[in-house]
């Protein structure tokens, strides 16, 4: 581990404000970012000012950076690799590859080394809260009015947009009017839900849940039932499940008769929230996209889970090992004429964020990588941390990138948890102890 002391406390107040804002801006990113109002998108220039941030709180003594064995890999790793894959991919121009690197380099500093360690959890994890509870209500709203014959966005008109290079926020805006699908500020119901998700697995498994945090769980899982979302339901559920177990394995009687009529109530709301037309005909399609194979307008679901595992056997062993170099998947696919026999619409196959690391890393790539994410949370004891690493494993099999904001969030959050506890030294014997200190005091 390479270590940097830096002075502690002394100047800690003057960085809040700095801190905070920076916290608010991560989470807000991935509804700005949706919108492209300059030529480089808007996460990208926050990651660079993020760095900014950083230095500014390392110069004021407020950080103790660690820069572990497997990150220092992982920075030589994707570089070198990455780099001599563009030097065989034709067409592969100098400034592509300097925008790819710099990307790269932007968000590994920003997300995977700076985010976590200048996270505070308790202040994020209620700014963050505010931000789901506003957004499932909405489009709960959005779902009733749309009974009611009414219709409403909250999404920018008018607007470019980082989603199928060429749409603009019109286009999107008309195709979720045609298909009754709802999902607040964010393009695409399954963005929405991937955001609220991890949310909801931080309501549910902290140590001082109870009817306020109850209520919250409820909207938020009413809110991605009404999306119509199949990515929000099949996350919801396995996160609930996994609640249902730790209360099926608690002693205390009472709470379990509680919570055991709750679910009853919550599987009746979900019943009859199925039997409306709007909502049962999406999941209709959905089901049959992912059991027969079949691609249905608006259902992307088999496309993202599946297709991406065929691209990546197509590929030759020597790229299944090193990968063919960082978002570097379009211009090599169509090099070497992968993935047009899995089209849709003559592009090649959208891929889930596993099977994105996979072809973009390879084998040896995706193990630093998943080394630095998954290590440090497996010894740690902690139903918090194992709720988040849940949500974020389920995006990466579903998601298409494994290092959108998506992944990000729930990655910041779980490393940022995990990071606390090590520096408030409760890391003993390969276990992280008391971690219900944590997370008793949130509100």
């Given at each position: 581990?390479?270590?940097?002391?830096?002075?502690?406390?002394s100047?800690?107040?003057?960085?809040n404000?700095?801190l905070?804002?920076?916290i608010?801006?991560?989470?807000?990113?991935p509804i700005?970012?949706?919108?492209?109002?300059f030529?480089?998108?808007t996460?990208?220039?926050f990651c660079?000012?993020?760095?900014?941030?950083y230095l500014l709180?390392?110069?004021?003594?407020?950080?103790e950076?660690?820069?572990?064995i497997n990150?220092v890999?992982y920075?030589?790793y994707?570089?070198?690799?990455?780099?001599?894959?563009y030097?065989?991919?034709?067409?592969?121009?100098?400034?592509?590859?300097?925008?790819r690197?710099?990307?790269?380099f932007v968000i590994y500093?920003?997300y995977y080394?700076?985010a976590?360690?200048?996270?505070?959890f308790?202040?994020a994890?209620?700014?963050?809260?505010?931000i789901c509870?506003?957004?499932?209500a909405i489009?709960?709203?959005q779902?009733?009015?749309?009974?009611f014959?009414k219709?409403?966005?909250?999404?920018i008109p008018?607007?470019?947009?980082n989603?199928?290079?060429?749409?603009?926020?019109d286009?999107?805006?008309r195709f979720?009017?045609?298909?009754?699908?709802?999902?607040s500020?964010?393009?695409e119901p399954?963005?929405?839900?991937?955001?609220?998700?991890?949310?909801?697995?931080?309501?549910?498994f902290s140590?001082?849940?109870?009817k306020?945090q109850?209520f919250?769980?409820?909207?938020?899982t009413?809110?991605m039932v009404?999306?119509?979302?199949m990515?929000?339901?099949?996350?919801a559920?396995?996160?609930?499940g996994?609640?249902?177990y730790?209360?099926?394995a608690?002693?205390?009687?009472?709470?379990k008769?509680?919570?055991?009529?709750?679910?009853?109530i919550?599987?009746?709301?979900?019943?009859?929230l199925?039997?409306v037309?709007i909502?049962?005909?999406?999941f209709?399609?959905k089901?049959?996209?992912?059991v027969n194979?079949?691609?249905?307008r608006g259902?992307?679901?088999?496309t993202?889970?599946f297709?991406?595992?065929?691209v990546?056997?197509?590929?030759?062993?020597?790229n299944?090992?090193f990968?063919?170099?960082?978002q570097?998947t379009?211009?090599?696919?169509?090099a070497?004429?992968?993935g047009?026999?899995y089209?849709?619409?003559?592009?090649?196959?959208?891929?889930?964020?596993?099977?994105?690391?996979?072809c973009?890393?390879?084998?040896l790539?995706?193990?630093?990588y998943?080394?630095?994410?998954?290590?440090?949370c497996?010894?740690c004891?902690?139903?918090?941390v194992?709720?988040?690493l849940?949500?974020?494993?389920?995006?990466m099999?579903?998601?298409?990138?494994f290092?959108?904001?998506?992944?990000?969030?729930?990655?910041?959050?779980?490393?940022n948890?995990?990071?606390?506890q090590?520096n408030n030294?409760?890391?003993?014997?390969?276990?992280?102890?008391?971690y219900s200190?944590?997370?008793t005091?949130?509100?």
């Amino acid at each position: 581990m390479i270590a940097y002391n830096v002075r502690t406390n002394s100047e800690k107040k003057r960085s809040n404000k700095l801190l905070n804002f920076y916290i608010v801006a991560v989470l807000l990113m991935p509804i700005i970012d949706q919108y492209r109002p300059f030529p480089i998108r808007t996460d990208y220039i926050f990651c660079f000012l993020g760095c900014i941030v950083y230095l500014l709180v390392r110069y004021k003594g407020t950080l103790e950076v660690r820069l572990e064995i497997n990150k220092v890999l992982y920075l030589i790793y994707v570089p070198l690799v990455s780099g001599i894959m563009y030097s065989l991919t034709p067409n592969a121009s100098f400034s592509y590859v300097a925008v790819r690197m710099g990307v790269f380099f932007v968000i590994y500093f920003n997300y995977y080394l700076f985010a976590y360690q200048l996270w505070d959890f308790n202040y994020a994890f209620n700014v963050y809260k505010i931000i789901c509870i506003i957004c499932s209500a909405i489009v709960i709203i959005q779902f009733i009015a749309s009974l009611f014959g009414k219709s409403f966005t909250m999404i920018i008109p008018g607007a470019q947009i980082n989603y199928n290079q060429g749409l603009m926020s019109d286009d999107v805006i008309r195709f979720q009017s045609e298909g009754s699908r709802f999902s607040s500020f964010f393009l695409e119901p399954s963005h929405l839900c991937e955001y609220v998700c991890p949310c909801l697995s931080m309501v549910l498994f902290s140590e001082a849940i109870n009817k306020k945090q109850l209520f919250i769980a409820l909207l938020f899982t009413i809110g991605m039932v009404a999306s119509t979302s199949m990515t929000g339901i099949v996350i919801a559920a396995v996160l609930w499940g996994m609640f249902l177990y730790n209360l099926a394995a608690s002693k205390k009687m009472n709470d379990k008769i509680a919570w055991l009529i709750l679910i009853v109530i919550l599987i009746c709301i979900a019943i009859r929230l199925y039997q409306v037309p709007i909502i049962h005909e999406q999941f209709r399609k959905k089901f049959s996209s992912v059991v027969n194979g079949q691609i249905y307008r608006g259902s992307s679901l088999y496309t993202r889970v599946f297709y991406g595992w065929n691209v990546f056997g197509d590929l030759d062993m020597v790229n299944k090992i090193f990968g063919c170099g960082y978002q570097n998947t379009g211009l090599f696919f169509l090099a070497k004429q992968i993935g047009f026999n899995y089209v849709m619409g003559g592009n090649v196959a959208f891929m889930s964020g596993l099977t994105a690391i996979l072809c973009q890393l390879g084998f040896l790539g995706s193990i630093i990588y998943f080394n630095i994410v998954i290590k440090p949370c497996i010894r740690c004891k902690d139903r918090v941390v194992y709720g988040l690493l849940t949500c974020w494993l389920l995006i990466m099999l579903i998601e298409l990138s494994f290092d959108s904001l998506s992944t990000i969030i729930p990655m910041i959050f779980f490393l940022n948890r995990v990071y606390i506890q090590k520096n408030n030294n409760r890391y003993k014997r390969g276990t992280y102890e008391g971690y219900s200190i944590l997370f008793t005091s949130i509100p």
